[in-house]
């Protein structure tokens, strides 16, 4: 089992609809989780991170932790074409390893 | 503005050829990471260093070695590069400890072995 899965896509929604966007990890030693969006041919950067079960949110952004269930979330609301990226699920387990999944292709469609 | 710094953009190298890929990062950072990123596999661990002279292995450290002899600089080795090493390697850097701290990413290598 991959310490941390996405699904790789490619998921499409239309510009203002809400991307929803998952991801699941088998160490329930897990300390923190992060959602890095990478456009193509660059490096990845930090959308959101989140350690407490629950909602998290930040402008368009929500992050959500279910710890009972290992799920983690990132919801983008009204959509838009800039949001087209690949999202990338990391996780810190323990002795500061950091994990990512496969990452998620997302399209905006205008 | 901090810097992680990858010694070269593209490489291209000669089946059993050895491959330094080097990173240094200004930030005084304890961690440092390097990954590698194929097509639909996402980012992949290869090694991490939480300390100077301290490496742990990721999840797919066969092929490579790494080498931290001072904090800023943290070296990927390819003892003998093979085709299937071809790929996109990513260096990173965090502080330590902390849970909620950010990677920071250098502008990655793309290396070639033909």
């Known amino acids: 089992q991959k310490e941390v899965e996405q699904n790789s896509g490619p998921l499409s929604v239309p510009e203002g609809a809400i991307a929803s966007l998952n991801c699941t990890y088998s160490d329930r030693g897990s300390q923190s989780f992060f959602w890095y969006r990478q456009y193509s041919g660059k490096s990845p950067e930090l959308i959101m991170f989140i350690y407490s079960n629950g909602d998290k949110e930040d402008g368009r952004f929500t992050a959500q932790l279910n710890k009972a269930s290992q799920y983690v979330s990132l919801l983008i609301r009204d959509s838009q074409p800039s949001d087209s990226a690949t999202y990338l699920c990391a996780s810190l387990m323990r002795a500061q390893k950091l994990v990512f999944g496969q990452g998620t292709r997302l399209t905006i469609n205008p | 503005d901090v810097k992680v710094t990858q010694s070269s953009r593209y490489l291209v190298k000669r089946t059993g050829e050895k491959v330094f890929l080097e990173c240094v990062q200004d930030?005084?950072?304890?961690?440092m990471f390097w990954y590698r990123q194929d097509p639909g596999l996402g980012l992949r661990l290869i090694y991490f260093s939480y300390d100077v002279k301290m490496k742990e292995k990721g999840d797919i450290p066969e092929g490579y070695s790494v080498s931290r002899e001072k904090k800023e600089r943290f070296s990927l080795i390819l003892e003998s590069a093979s085709t299937n090493q071809t790929s996109m390697y990513l260096c990173?850097?965090?502080?330590?400890?902390?849970?909620?701290?950010?990677?920071?990413f250098g502008s990655g290598t793309q290396l070639s072995v033909l």
């Open positions: 930030m005084d950072h304890e961690n």
């Open positions: 990173a850097s965090k502080t330590g400890g902390a849970t909620n701290e950010k990677l920071f």
